[in-house]
């Protein structure tokens, strides 16, 4: 295999490490903002709950 064949190699093996990764943090930013959705909808029925029960 020539250099430039390893260097294309070497290119492709670390563009899927990156495409990797960022499939990983895309996953780790989704679920923190399903959770605060979750959080942020429970303060919100709960305040409005004790509005309509005064």
């Not at 499939?23 to 989704?30: E, I």
Request: hydrophobic share 55%; charged share 25%; glycine share 4%.
């Amino acid at each position: 295999m020539s250099a430039p064949d390893q260097d294309k190699q070497r290119d492709r093996e670390i563009a899927a490490n990156e495409a990797e990764r960022q499939a990983a943090s895309a996953v780790r930013v989704s679920s923190w903002a399903i959770g605060l959705a979750v959080v942020i909808g429970v303060v919100v029925v709960a305040i409005v709950w004790a509005w309509l029960k005064r």
